[in-house]
């Protein structure tokens, strides 16, 4: 099983700074690599597919990188609805796995 | 707008069984794939299986963890997906999502990603005796 691993656990991030997390698999996922952001009470919502491909509405301060084993999460500008917990998720091998999470703050 | 609506939590023993359902709507749901995915409250996202359409014969894959005691199944005259979940344990207890992948188009067809682009507001499955 392909294992997630992320970093930082926590990331507590002042309003309009620039916020980087950062995922890495155990072995190569090629370009088969998501992010979700999920808040408290609700369901994780879809942010970035194939490594920097924004999903439909998402706003383009968020944005995603890597290749192979690395991948990063940016958001360039951290306004308060970014708050809540991201997940990266990989669909290059079965089963498909997430990461553990990183658990973004608002200063 | 495509919605997904799961229901069928609720607290059972272990041992026990469940069978939970997701409705669609707002989307030609016999082409659709269907995953389950489960969070333990406050842990994180877990992959329990899929279930691809009946044009891909309707194929399913499961996560070690429950194979062989989840099925997943589909009425497609009734846009809906379950998750039948038998020889219920302790560590099954979770919230239950089921959820759609994206999809894309090239010069060669339409294809699923293995992501979870839509996503219902997901049940509660407790088993504890």
């Known amino acids: 099983e392909m294992v997630m691993t992320q970093s930082p656990a926590t990331l507590s991030v002042s309003p309009g700074e620039r916020a980087t997390l950062s995922c890495r698999a155990s072995q190569s996922v090629t370009r088969f690599l998501a992010w979700y952001h999920q808040k408290p009470g609700q369901a994780p919502r879809l942010l970035i597919h194939?490594?920097?491909n924004r999903a439909t509405g998402i706003p383009v301060r968020i944005s995603g990188s890597g290749s192979g084993t690395e991948f990063t999460l940016t958001i360039s500008s951290l306004q308060p609805e970014d708050s809540g917990v991201y997940y990266c998720?990989?669909?290059?091998?079965?089963?498909?796995?997430f990461g553990g999470g990183t658990k973004v703050e608002i200063k | 707008e495509i919605q997904l609506v799961e229901s069928g939590g609720g607290l059972v023993k272990p041992g026990g069984s469940l069978r939970l359902s997701c409705v669609a709507s707002?989307?030609?749901?016999?082409?659709?794939?269907v995953n389950w995915v489960r969070q333990v409250p406050g842990k994180g996202l877990e992959w329990v299986g899929r279930i691809k359409s009946q044009v891909d014969d309707e194929t399913t894959e499961y996560n070690s963890p429950v194979r062989g005691r989840f099925t997943i199944s589909r009425d497609d005259s009734k846009n809906t997906a379950f998750l039948q979940m038998d020889s219920l344990q302790s560590d099954d207890t979770a919230m239950y999502y089921c959820?759609?992948?994206?999809?894309?188009?090239?010069?060669?067809?339409?294809?699923?990603?293995?992501?979870?682009?839509?996503w219902g507001q997901g049940t509660l499955v407790t088993v504890s005796s």
């Open positions: 707002g989307l030609n749901f016999k082409y659709a794939w």
């Open positions: 194939d490594v920097s």
């Open positions: 998720q990989q669909y290059n091998n079965w089963p498909l796995t």
């Open positions: 959820s759609t992948p994206s999809f894309f188009s090239d010069a060669s067809g339409s294809y699923f990603r293995n992501d979870f682009y839509i």
